[in-house]
């Protein structure tokens, strides 16, 4: 910063400077002189997202309650407009994720995906907001997403397939997914149509129903699944009658990896 005239005060500078010095006492772990320097005269200079999003960061890193670090990114994120100005809405989401304040950093990017014109962008921001309900194993929160997502990308069988497994999953719109998978069940073939099967024998399960197909559930073994998918197979082998593959699928599935209903069907051939 030599190049800086000496006499120039924090409040005269353009933003772009001011936040390359604030960026620099952070990296040189001088706080107390960035929280003497963040006053209001700051906040005109830098903006009110900018400003509170570096309050956040400095409440947090001087360990002040959650609730503080929390309110300073509800401020930012209100000055966005609650996500009318995307891009500033996306640096508050992402903020909040590396303060780990991850509830609001979802909510921040679904509210912007809402606002959202472009289908891609809009589809990016759900995407993060189910990556984030993901990490914290959360499934009603990944079933949110994953159903928007779907009702956004129509004859996406992947997309589909995750918004039903997860409503199969946690026990949510169980008719109307059944007569979904059975409508399409015509025409899938293939992968398609394996996944689907595992589909139907989730929705019988949840139906305390039979499912005529259950000799052919051995066959979806050669497929790839994901652990919390394996380990509902093996649950639907078991109470489908073939008990010695479920316990083989699932004595080698790691809990650890799964979302919590898919625990419970683990449970079940074991």
């Known amino acids: 910063m030599e190049f800086l005239p ?5 409040k005269d500078m353009p933003a772009d400077i001011a936040k390359l010095k604030l960026e620099a006492l952070a990296q040189a772990g001088r706080w107390d002189d960035l929280r003497m320097v963040l006053n209001r005269d700051m906040e005109k200079v830098l903006g009110a ?16 309650e959650a609730a503080r670090v929390r309110q300073h990114l509800n401020l930012a994120f209100g000055a966005t407009g609650r996500g009318q100005d995307s891009q500033a809405a996306v640096q508050v989401a992402e903020a ?19 606002l959202a014109s472009a289908p891609q962008f809009r589809l990016s921001l759900l995407e993060k907001a189910y990556a984030l309900h993901l990490n914290v194993h959360n499934t009603h929160g990944m079933l949110q997403m994953a159903t928007e997502i779907a009702s956004l990308t129509p004859g996406n069988q992947a997309n589909a397939f995750r918004a039903d497994y997860l409503a199969l999953l946690a026990g949510e719109s169980i008719e109307v997914v059944t007569f979904r998978i059975t409508s399409m069940q015509a025409s899938a073939d293939g992968e398609a149509s394996s996944r689907l099967l595992l589909l139907r024998a989730m929705a019988a399960h ?7 197909e259950s000799g052919m559930l051995k066959r979806l073994l050669h497929l790839t699944w994901a652990p919390g998918e394996r380990a509902v197979l093996a649950a639907m082998l078991a109470t489908q009658g073939d008990a010695a593959s479920g316990f083989q699928i699932a004595e080698k599935i790691s809990a650890t990896l799964l979302l919590p209903e898919e625990k419970k069907f683990l449970a079940l051939a074991k």
């Open 49 to 64: 997202v900018s400003f509170h999003l570096w309050q956040a960061r400095l409440v947090s890193v001087q360990g002040a």
């Open 96 to 114: 909040a994720e590396r303060l780990g304040v991850l509830d609001l950093a979802t909510d921040c990017y679904r509210a912007t995906a809402t």
């Open 6 to 10: 000496p006499e120039l005060k924090w």
């Open 206 to 212: 949840r139906l305390h129903a039979p499912l005529q």
